[in-house]
């Protein structure tokens, strides 16, 4: 059972360009948290979601970031127009229906804008 | 709003030897989680210990217990017979429950845990 893949493991960007971040959660997990973390600084969380809903967005920046979690497919975090401030980690984690179990965490994407 | 403090940036410890990482919170629920997770070079978020705030039993796993202190809000995670493979970022988490609504994750500014040989 694979664990939670995250790509690309590194990404550049220029400012004013789009990131897209993607994240397979763990077969069989269908909730889904996006984190960012700066350097030196503890995970903060962004958004939460489940197959096809927004479940918890109170820690996504209200313009530029949006996430997706389709039927089908992987999970999507997006920037636009990507300023030196989004240069950080960021995680993915996935859970199981299951109000008890904790969430695995992916090896993160390091997003940098230059 | 739930809050997670970890109020030592650095520690050392001797290979061989005990160390105590601190973690303290502050919350209005009274049924949540608690979590340490370890973080080495890779980035990889490693979970270490967990424990439910409804159990009085402190956790186990190994040489990693916890001394958990629900009227003083507090959970610190011993590291027994320290290894060199221990030295990372240790970072202390907190999970509301389900019927928050949600099941994000506070996390701490994060411990560095260096193992001298």
């Known amino acids: 059972n694979a664990g939670v893949m995250q790509n690309p493991r590194h990404l550049v960007r220029r400012r004013g360009q789009e990131a897209r971040l993607r994240c397979s959660p763990m077969k069989g997990h269908s909730?889904?948290?996006w984190y960012r973390q700066l350097p030196e600084e503890g995970l903060k969380f962004m958004v939460y979601l489940q197959k096809e809903n927004i479940i918890d967005e109170s820690g996504m920046p209200k313009e530029r970031f949006s996430a997706e979690f389709p039927k089908e497919g992987p999970s999507i975090l997006r920037i636009q127009q990507v300023v030196r401030g989004d240069s950080a980690a960021?995680?993915?984690?996935?859970?199981?229906d299951s109000r008890n179990t904790e969430a695995f965490f992916g090896q993160?994407?390091?997003?940098?804008?230059? | 709003a739930q809050t997670v403090t970890q109020s030592q940036p650095e520690m050392s410890v001797q290979e061989a030897?005990?160390?105590t990482?601190?973690?303290t919170y502050d919350t209005s629920e009274?049924?949540?989680y608690l979590f340490w997770y370890k973080q080495p070079p890779s980035r990889q978020m490693i979970l270490v210990i967990r424990q439910e705030a409804y159990k009085q039993?402190?956790?186990?796993?190994?040489?990693f217990s916890v001394n958990f202190q629900k009227a003083a809000k507090s959970f610190s995670l011993k590291i027994s017979d320290s290894q060199l493979g221990?030295?990372?970022m240790y970072f202390c988490a907190y999970r509301s429950p389900y019927t928050s609504g949600t099941y994000k994750y506070i996390f701490g500014t994060g411990t560095r845990l260096k193992v001298l040989a």
Request: aromatic share 12%.
């Open chain 1, 108 to 114: 993160g994407t390091r997003l940098t804008v230059v």
């Open chain 2, 57 to 63: 039993q402190n956790a186990t796993e190994n040489r």
């Open chain 2, 86 to 88: 221990d030295a990372a």
């Open chain 1, 90 to 96: 960021y995680f993915c984690a996935s859970s199981a």
């Open chain 1, 31 to 33: 909730h889904v948290y």
């Open chain 2, 17 to 19: 030897e005990t160390v």
């Open chain 2, 30 to 32: 009274s049924d949540y």
């Open chain 2, 21 to 23: 990482l601190s973690c």
